[in-house]
Structure formats: structure tokens, C-alpha cells
């Protein structure tokens, strides 16, 4: 057998777009940017083409860290940089993605009201301490009301991917095994001769799993092992 692997491309900011409904981070997606290098030409008013290496590395932290409510002593700490700097690279994250920060604060007031979060397939996760008098406490609560939806909501959406892929594999008698899931990666023991037919229902299945405002996107690889394969 031959060794499959199938990964989301950045669900988790996906999600968040959709979530949010940024009109920027919509855009970057569905004309289908590079979103690492759209938002440090957003922060650091260059062109897509000017940007450089250091400056996408420091977008991209900053768009996994931001949503999961890095400070700025952790993002400078994170990135080796002062902490002037950091702040300038929240605050102009924030300025391109102005509705990124209206989630966030929504999603603590929502849970603060209703005392859980949840995901776009409704799955909840009750937070009990978001109103905590302790300040260390709620914020820790805050922080998964924010995180909750868009992490459960990835879940939720290849778990959904997981089932689909597994009936198609039954009816159209596949014999191919899905054998590992790793975070948004799903990995396959692949008989060559039902190669292409694999690829071709494991990508359907998985960008076809939930309908968000932008598109869901898959990338494959195969190899004699899970590192060949990536």
C-alpha cells in the first residue's frame, strides 16, 4: 500500500473568517491570497509582491496568535521583537481586520449571557467561569469562548468529513483504509490501483463537508510513509 495524506489548508482562519464576516479576510480567501502575505501587506501597507519573508512570518504568527488572544508580551516574546513593535503589529492586525475584534468581544458577551460557546454545528462548550471575579480565571474563559467556536468548529468539520469519506469508501467498495486523523490532517493505507479514485473522494469529501462563506480547501500528498507524504 501507499501512504495518503490529505490536510485542510488554514481551516482555523477560515473559520474565523467566516465567523467574524471581516470583508478583508472574506476577500483574501475567496480570490484565493496567500492570507499570511495579504495581511502583512495590509499591516505594513506594502504590495502583495513586496512583502518579505520576515514581514510574512510575523503576519502569520500574528494571525494564529491574535484570535487566541495573544498579549503583547506574548507576541513579542513569541516573535523575539520589543514590545513597541508588537503592539504596532496588533493594533494594525486589528485595522485590517476590523470585525476580527467585534467577534472576539461578541463572543464573550454571548458566552457571559448564555454561559457556553459554541460551534457552527451547535456543539457547546460550557464555560462556567466566564464570570468569575477572578480576573486570571475569566480571562482564561474569555479566551476559550473566543477559541471554542473556531477549534470545535474545525473539529466538527472533519469529523464530518471522516464519516462521509468512510460511507463513500463502503458503497463504492474501496478497500483502502483511513487509518490516522492528526488535527485537520487525514491519513490513508492506499492500494495503488484504487489510487486516483481515493484522492479524488477523500478531496471531494472534505471541501464539500460544511458550507462556509469562504471556500474550504485540501491538500494532498502521497509517499511510502507519513514524512514522504507530506
Known amino acids: 500500500c501507499e501512504f495518503f ?19 478583508n479576510m472574506l476577500e483574501a480567501f475567496r480570490e484565493g491570497y496567500d492570507i499570511h502575505a495579504a495581511t502583512a501587506a495590509k499591516i505594513y501597507h506594502e504590495t502583495m509582491d513586496s512583502v518579505t519573508r520576515d514581514q510574512r512570518t510575523k503576519a502569520k504568527r500574528a494571525n494564529f496568535g491574535i ?5 503583547v508580551f ?6 523575539d521583537i520589543d514590545r513597541a513593535e508588537a503592539k504596532q ?4 492586525y486589528f485595522e485590517t481586520y ?3 475584534r467585534d467577534y472576539m468581544e461578541r463572543s464573550k458577551e454571548s458566552a457571559r449571557t448564555c454561559g457556553y460557546a459554541e460551534t457552527v454545528f451547535h456543539r457547546r462548550r460550557y464555560l462556567p467561569d466566564i464570570n468569575s471575579h477572578n ?14 467556536p473556531i477549534q470545535g468548529s474545525a473539529a466538527d468539520i472533519i469529523k464530518v468529513a471522516m464519516v462521509r469519506i ?5 458503497e463504492e467498495g474501496i478497500r483502502s483504509k483511513m487509518i490516522l486523523q492528526v488535527h485537520d490532517e487525514l491519513n490513508f493505507s492506499v492500494y495503488p490501483e484504487e489510487r486516483e479514485q481515493v484522492e ?4 471531494e469529501e472534505m471541501q464539500n463537508a460544511c458550507q462556509l462563506n469562504v471556500p474550504l480547501t485540501a491538500d494532498a500528498g502521497w509517499g511510502s510513509n507519513w514524512l514522504e507524504a507530506h
Open 166 to 170: 468512510w460511507k463513500r469508501f463502503k
Open 98 to 100: 476590523p470585525r476580527v
Open 67 to 71: 484570535i487566541y488572544g495573544i498579549t
Open 135 to 148: 480576573a486570571t480565571v475569566r480571562g482564561f474563559a474569555e479566551r476559550n469562548a473566543i477559541n471554542a
Open 74 to 79: 506574548g507576541l513579542a516574546e513569541r516573535l
Open 5 to 23: 495524506s490529505a490536510d485542510y489548508s488554514q481551516i482555523e482562519l477560515r473559520v474565523m473568517a467566516h465567523l467574524s464576516e471581516d470583508e
Open 89 to 92: 503589529l496588533i493594533d494594525g
Open 200 to 203: 479524488r473522494i477523500v478531496i
